[in-house]
């Protein structure tokens, strides 16, 4: 097992917490609690879409399965989380301080919780991570907000792509969406036979697997980049 000094060094590198020193950290040790919870992988969820956010997590070590359904139960999303990273702090405050993602251990995990209440009595005095935390949920509202930006889209393909970077902005490697022809191609504003001839020219030139109801793109990033908006 890692001595204290060790693991509050390993903690110093994780996302909100980098530029904060390992003794900063080790003298809020009693309010923060910061011990390391080691999970196995599983199916089984860790965290559901729409339960409340409670604490600041992190993922300290391996990966998390990542996976949404809409509102309206028409689509779903599969994407993988790898550490380290901390885990939709957008969504710890505000109207709807749920979770938007359903998370469960693709590989054996080792998971870090701060208490929602130590973030105002212990981490926001600190300013180091009071600018790290106003960075990344400046990030996330940029990232969102050039998103929703009226966009000229000449053909279905570049529809396409521009909904997929929706789903999945931000997410990198191999991704699966869960849904039927006929409810994509109303979604991009056109036809299913459209769509179909799109999807199996993408799969016949290698970037993605079709299946039934479903398909996987194997680099979500690759696929998105030739986008011109």
């Excluded at 996976?67 to 885990?87: C, F, M, N, W």
């Excluded at 966009?151 to 929706?166: K, V, W, Y």
């Excluded at 991704?175 to 022809?181: A, G, P, R, T």
Aim: charged share 25%; net charge neutral.
């Amino acid at each position: 097992m890692q001595d204290l000094g060790t693991r509050y060094a390993l903690f110093t590198k994780l996302p909100l917490l980098q530029g904060i020193s390992s003794g900063e950290l080790l003298n809020w040790e009693d309010a923060l609690r910061l011990d390391l919870d080691e999970l196995p992988a599983s199916a089984f969820p860790l965290i559901r879409q729409g339960e409340p956010c409670s604490h600041l997590l992190y993922l300290v070590e391996g990966e998390l399965l990542r996976e949404h359904q809409s509102a309206d139960g028409i689509y779903a999303t599969r994407s993988l989380l790898k550490a380290p990273a901390v885990i939709e702090v957008d969504r710890l405050f505000g109207l709807t301080p749920t979770y938007e993602y359903t998370y469960s251990a693709k590989t054996d995990v080792k998971m870090l919780g701060i208490r929602k209440g130590a973030i105002g009595s212990h981490l926001m005095k600190s300013e180091v991570f009071r600018i790290n935390l106003l960075n990344s949920l400046s990030a996330i509202a940029q990232k969102r907000a050039a998103a929703l930006l009226p966009c000229r889209l000449d053909n279905a393909e570049e529809r396409m792509r521009h909904f997929l970077g929706t789903l999945f902005r931000d997410c990198e490697g191999e991704v699966e969406l869960f849904i039927h022809m006929k409810e994509l191609a109303h979604y991009i504003g056109e036809m299913r036979l459209t769509v179909s001839q799109i999807l199996n020219r993408w799969d016949k030139e290698g970037s993605i697997r079709l299946g039934r109801g479903h398909f996987t793109i194997y680099d979500i990033q690759t696929l998105l980049k030739s986008l011109k908006v």
